[in-house]
């Protein structure tokens, strides 16, 4: 379950990093502001940006999880 998490936000991550060359390349950087407005993600790149560090938290807590019930034994 854990790896599913991991591959989700690795994924997240690359469409963001996508999201942000892409932006880059036709001088659009100020049309990904802002990310985070009103208390919730704004655009595709906000939203993908969320995305990826929720699954890297999820992911990172399975790990932890994982490694303390390894050490209980």
């Known amino acids: 379950m854990r ?3 991991y591959g989700g936000a690795l994924v997240s991550w ?3 990093a996508r999201a942000f060359i892409q932006a880059d390349w036709h001088h659009h950087l100020l049309s990904l502001a802002p990310i ?3 208390n919730r993600p704004q ?3 906000g939203w993908v ?3 990826a560090l929720t699954g890297l ?3 990172a807590y399975k790990q932890h999880q994982y490694l303390l019930r390894q050490q209980r034994k």
């Open 57 to 59: 938290s999820i992911s």
């Open 36 to 38: 985070i407005a009103y």
């Open 49 to 51: 940006l969320a995305v």
């Open 14 to 16: 690359i469409v963001a």
């Open 43 to 45: 655009g595709v790149f």
């Open 3 to 5: 790896r599913w998490f």
